[in-house]
């Protein structure tokens, strides 16, 4: 089956420590997302990368960091910098250079740090 | 700056009548306007998608308008259905600058009641 994985579902982090959410797809996607959901709130971009190698910030990239070594993957690190780190944490992916827009979303990471 | 609202944060609708939810936005010129559904503890699935110059679209029972005069798109479940209960997102495209990147409302909550 074609899709877009995080792992893992929930995460237990303790304040000062880094921690890196994973996020792969198998349906060969160039663009990948990540965003954060808060209640009562929209999703909101945090780092975005349309090709391999190269990745740009959203609109709240502080105290996040990501990487994409491969088409696949685009794993989201959240540092110690990150002031308030709980939240639910949704990655996605989007097929480029046709007329499709659609993002395709993975079943997202809550993560929880105290 | 961008706003994007969606009418209400909650809505309320006996099984079998249609649901009715609104996205309104401002300071934006998108090019096109796509609707999402999220479960709790989900991730959001891609549901419809219209451009600017499309007035309606259809999906079986759902109904997307787009008016870009008054700035606002409609999205329509007739015959709703117990099921239907999730949590609606509406986000804004464009198809320049950070190509793809959307700009997500913060939802609505449908509870269709048997």
């Known amino acids: 089956d074609g899709g877009i994985t995080q792992s893992p579902k929930y995460l237990f982090r303790k304040e000062g420590q880094n921690v890196t959410l994973s996020c792969e797809q198998n349906?060969?996607?160039?663009?990948m997302y990540w965003y954060r959901q808060d209640p009562g709130q929209g999703l909101r971009l945090i780092y975005y990368s349309q090709i391999v190698n190269d990745f740009q910030k959203g609109d709240i990239a502080e105290g996040y960091s990501v990487s994409r070594e491969k088409k696949e993957s685009f794993p989201l690190t959240v540092t110690s910098a990150q002031k308030n780190p709980t939240a639910f944490y949704l990655c996605a992916s989007r097929l480029t250079g046709t007329s499709a827009h659609e993002q395709y979303f993975g079943p997202g990471t809550r993560l929880t740090v105290t | 700056s961008q706003k994007i609202e969606q009418n209400s944060e909650a809505l309320n609708i006996q099984e079998g009548k249609t649901a009715t939810l609104t996205c309104n936005y401002t300071?934006?010129?998108?090019?096109?306007l796509q609707w999402y559904r999220q479960d709790p503890g989900r991730g959001p699935v891609f549901l419809l998608l219209i451009r600017e110059n499309e007035k309606e679209k259809r999906k079986e029972r759902l109904k997307v308008t787009f008016d870009t005069t008054l700035k606002q798109s409609l999205f329509h479940i007739t015959a709703s259905q117990p099921a239907d209960s999730a949590t609606y997102l509406c986000?804004?495209?464009?198809?320049?600058?950070?190509?793809?990147?959307?700009?997500f409302g913060k939802g609505t909550k449908l509870s269709v009641k048997p």
């Open positions: 349906l060969n996607h160039d663009a």
């Open positions: 300071n934006y010129s998108p090019a096109y």
């Open positions: 986000a804004l495209g464009n198809y320049g600058g950070s190509q793809g990147n959307l700009i």
